[in-house]
């Protein structure tokens, strides 16, 4: 989105064809086609995820594997640097791509900028390979953009860094993609929803989401709201686990997985809920949300908001005013945070106004001017 919103001709991307951990094709080709800025592609931007048990592995797996792998990535972008005149690099993934950074910026002068969204850094790491350098790469940054308040604080705090190295752009929301709209009467039959009180979590399904303990309420809930049903939207590890959930729980009629949906479909399921909900929570390895795209892309929807008292979800779930945050290890105050808002017509309108007002001053375009400052600044810099 940062791309999209800025001024034409003045950001290119390096993205990849295939997704690292899975090795799954990403439907790329139409996404690039209409994105209106230059995107140039390779298959990988890393090799594949293969944790090491060893130091012995993790030296064969560097020689035979990671190695070529790197080679390919550093040609390819020293051939955009030098054919494009490019003067600043963004790293979007501190922990596998930073060194690229680094090796640019001593044999070709470039700026780097490291992205942080949280994750990256509030995870500690076992990987040997991975991660152990991400001190380093921060200090070594030009600039450092922080996603959040409480992602900004984390880097202080965990890498002693200073205030005014870090740049604070929260998140954003594309405004002219998620909107109100007209409600999705196909997606109804599509789920077999017809008359339903309709629950979402959108996103990857990780332990940190909160699926589990959503599942978990939903027998209290079902007691105020009988006609409740959950609708859990994305792909990931933790699936088998929720799924075995459902069956404990004795749930399957009130629970939809949906798998990974097209991205053009996804506005039409924000509309399609009354709730968006993602019970976000820090994990015991410090894994936690950075900030929550998704709940501002929920309530640009005119949809409000369930989010969890953990890391930078608070700063895009103001309770009580969009949405309401809950102690998400606690599967009753998430039921009754879902109850109260079913059942209090008044707070649901508020929250929904509110969320309206809130995601619309946190609009895209605003993140990209602040990028784009950040940019020149730093360009100006160099010269």
Known sequence: ?????????????????????TNERLDWEAYDSNSGFKIFRLSLLRPLVIESKSKLQSLLLTL?????????????TSWLIKKNDIDIICIGELNSLSW??????????????????????TTETNYIRYGKNRGHYLRNSDAIVAVSKFTKQYLINRFNLQDSDITLIPNGVDLNKFNPGIFPSDLIKRYCLTGKFILITVGRLVPRKGMDNTIKALPIIIKSVPNVHYLIIGIGPYEDRLKQLVNDYNLN????????????????????????????????????????????????CAKPVIGGKAGGAVEAVKDGYNGLSVDAYKPDEIANAVVSIYSDNKLRTKLITNGLDFSNRSSFHNCASLFNDLCLKISNEKQ
Request: glycine residues 6%.
């Open 253 to 300: 009629d009130y629970v939809t997985f949906t798998g990974r949906i097209d991205e053009s479909e996804l506005v039409d399921h924000y509309r399609l809920c009354d709730i968006f909900i993602m019970a976000n929570r820090t994990m015991p390895d410090g894994d936690t949300e950075g900030f929550g795209l998704v709940f501002l892309e929920a309530n640009a």
């Open 100 to 121: 690229i950074g680094r090796i640019c910026k001593l044999l070709y002068g470039t700026k780097i900028i490291s992205y942080i969204h949280g994750e990256e850094v």
């Open 1 to 21: 989105m940062l791309c999209k919103h800025s001024p034409e001709s003045s950001i290119m991307v390096l993205a990849p064809k295939r997704h690292c951990a």
């Open 64 to 76: 035979f594997y990671d190695l070529p792998q790197r080679i390919k990535i550093f040609a390819y």
